[in-house]
């Protein structure tokens, strides 16, 4: 049973930095396509990063700030979320694909984790 499991969401102060963590069990995902997406309260999901063997690719509204990685050894996603900001408020989910070729669209993701709460205060 493949399960993603995200850990490192939590409050904090507009500026400042975290790091969300997506631990993957049941298969590996080395030579897949994984992703972040956002969903904030009364807004549609929103896509943030993704990552294949080939790069990564990244939302405008998060460039410069947030960097997604992963590490095959551990089969753990991550994103780095720098200089926080109010309207990034939104619970986290990480998705992974069956394909090696990211998309930001989150019907090409057939894996979901549950989702972790990330507040930033203003």
């Known amino acids: 049973q493949v399960q993603l499991v995200e850990s490192g969401g939590r409050l904090v102060q507009a500026g400042g930095s975290l790091r969300l963590s997506c631990a993957a069990s049941?298969?590996?995902?080395?030579?897949?396509?994984m992703g972040w997406f956002r969903q904030a309260p009364g807004k549609e999901r929103e896509f943030v990063a993704a990552?294949?063997?080939?790069?990564?690719i990244y939302a405008d509204s998060v460039k410069g700030r947030f960097t997604i990685s992963r590490d095959n050894s551990k089969n753990t996603l991550y994103l780095q979320m720098n200089t926080l900001k109010p309207e990034d408020t939104a619970v986290y989910y990480c998705?992974?694909?069956?394909?090696?070729?990211?998309?930001?669209?989150?019907?090409?993701?057939?894996?979901w984790g549950q989702g972790t709460q990330v507040t930033v205060s203003s």
């Open positions: 998705a992974a694909s069956f394909h090696p070729f990211y998309t930001i669209v989150a019907s090409g993701y057939q894996y």
């Open positions: 049941g298969r590996t995902f080395s030579n897949n396509a």
């Open positions: 990552i294949s063997r080939t790069g990564a």
